[in-house]
């Protein structure tokens, strides 16, 4: 007489043994590419490139996240006065560290898991340990530097500083230098074009000086967002795109 399946609990399908049992599916997700916008020059305008690079990717229907390590929350102000009807960016004010078991590299992990682009805005003065540790969390270093002699110098130390960071010198991250808030055809700019370009590291782009970036920064938008954002500026912005896309 066969025993009555009822009365057998560890068992509710007899005849489902556990080797034809469905196996479950891991899908990895892509890992995003994390940028690093550093200088350790205060006024280079590394908020700017951050938040314009964070709205280009959200025009590209890219989950973008905007972590600001900054204590002055430029880029966190930037995001709370960004429309709803604007396409949404993730923001981290990692500035904020309210518990000492939170981590830096504890941000880049609790982040939206379909998240593509990760931008990182730094504090000036940036140096020594942070320096290192954001070295070791991004994909992409952003140098940001500004035509004045002033920046030419203290960019010349703090390329020195990010080169010979342990980070750096044991895993090499892609980096490229950015002349911002330029005018061409002047003096300062020719000099500072004469600097990029003799640095061994890509000269990717050069935006120049226009308050077509603070009308927009004023509402939490980016040139991408604008309606009348002068062609030859989205341009100059897609230089940059597709330096970072390349060998993603």
């Given at each position: 007489?066969?025993?009555?399946?009822?009365?057998?609990?560890?068992?509710?399908?007899?005849?489902?043994?556990?080797?034809?049992?469905?196996?479950?599916?891991?899908?990895?997700?892509?890992?995003?590419?994390?940028?690093?916008?550093?200088?350790?020059?205060?006024?280079?305008?590394?908020?700017?490139?951050?938040?314009?690079?964070?709205?280009?990717?959200?025009?590209?229907?890219?989950?973008?996240?905007?972590?600001?390590?900054?204590?002055?929350?430029?880029?966190?102000?930037?995001?709370?006065?960004?429309?709803?009807?604007?396409?949404?960016?993730?923001?981290?004010?990692?500035?904020?560290?309210?518990?000492?078991?939170?981590?830096?590299?504890?941000?880049?992990?609790?982040?939206?898991?379909?998240?593509?682009?990760?931008?990182?805005?730094?504090?000036?003065?940036?140096?020594?340990?942070?320096?290192?540790?954001?070295?070791?969390?991004?994909?992409?270093?952003?140098?940001?530097?500004?035509?004045?002699?002033?920046?030419?110098?203290?960019?010349?130390?703090?390329?020195?500083?990010?080169?010979?960071?342990?980070?750096?010198?044991?895993?090499?991250?892609?980096?490229?230098?950015?002349?911002n808030r330029a005018r061409k055809n002047t003096l300062v700019y020719s000099k500072?074009?004469?600097?990029?370009?003799?640095?061994?590291?890509?000269?990717?782009?050069?935006?120049?000086?226009?308050?077509?970036?603070?009308?927009?920064?004023?509402?939490?938008?980016?040139?991408?967002?604008?309606?009348?954002?002068?062609?030859?500026?989205?341009?100059?912005?897609?230089?940059?795109?597709?330096?970072?896309?390349?060998?993603?």
């Amino acid at each position: 007489m066969s025993a009555d399946p009822s009365e057998n609990p560890e068992n509710e399908n007899p005849d489902v043994t556990e080797a034809s049992q469905p196996s479950a599916r891991v899908i990895s997700a892509p890992q995003p590419v994390r940028i690093l916008v550093a200088n350790a020059k205060g006024g280079s305008g590394k908020t700017t490139v951050a938040t314009n690079l964070a709205s280009l990717f959200a025009s590209r229907n890219e989950t973008a996240v905007l972590i600001d390590y900054d204590p002055q929350a430029s880029s966190t102000q930037w995001l709370q006065s960004r429309q709803a009807d604007q396409r949404y960016i993730h923001g981290v004010a990692a500035y904020r560290r309210a518990s000492t078991q939170i981590t830096r590299s504890w941000h880049l992990r609790n982040m939206p898991a379909d998240t593509s682009k990760v931008i990182i805005d730094t504090p000036s003065g940036l140096t020594g340990s942070l320096l290192n540790e954001l070295v070791r969390e991004c994909d992409v270093v952003l140098i940001p530097v500004t035509p004045s002699p002033i920046d030419i110098r203290a960019t010349t130390v703090f390329i020195k500083d990010l080169l010979l960071c342990p980070a750096y010198r044991s895993s090499p991250r892609r980096v490229a230098v950015l002349a911002n808030r330029a005018r061409k055809n002047t003096l300062v700019y020719s000099k500072l074009e004469l600097f990029l370009r003799s640095l061994k590291i890509p000269f990717i782009a050069t935006f120049r000086d226009t308050q077509f970036y603070v009308r927009a920064s004023e509402y939490g938008m980016g040139l991408y967002d604008l309606d009348n954002a002068q062609q030859a500026d989205l341009t100059d912005w897609q230089q940059l795109i597709e330096w970072i896309d390349k060998d993603q």
